[in-house]
């Protein structure tokens, strides 16, 4: 007689903090320096981040291909999940879509934001 093991359903998390992460380093050129000037803080290690430009559409291509592989598993139906799963749990899964939308909204005003730029200086 052989137990089975069940396989560990994915929460999308991974997925979700790769595309993050993307998203913050596609902003990092553009949208971190003027935001961090709006609000006071400024210096010469700013324009570094300038450095990061030409890699912007790989970040944003990162974060959209995470973002798809973040979604199914943070919005599939509540009947999929196991009963002891992380998806199963309410708080979890209203707490993961608010970032899944945190990091699309990041996302587009990264990709937006060099078409914009020129109407803030």
Do not use: N
């Amino acid at each position: 007689m052989s137990a089975t093991v069940k396989k560990p359903t994915s929460t999308g998390g991974t997925a979700l903090a790769s595309g993050g992460l993307a998203a913050i380093l596609a902003s990092a050129c553009c949208v971190a320096p003027l935001a961090l000037v709006s609000v006071g803080i400024g210096g010469v290690w700013m324009g570094l981040l300038t450095r990061l430009t030409p890699y912007q559409p790989i970040f944003i291509g990162i974060a959209v291909v995470a973002l798809f592989f973040a979604y199914r598993p943070i919005f599939r139906p509540l009947d999929a999940c196991e009963p002891a799963a992380v998806c199963a749990i309410p708080a979890t899964r209203s707490t993961y879509r608010i970032l899944f939308w945190v990091v699309a909204t990041l996302l587009a005003v990264a990709a937006i934001f060099p078409y914009l730029a020129p109407l803030f200086y």
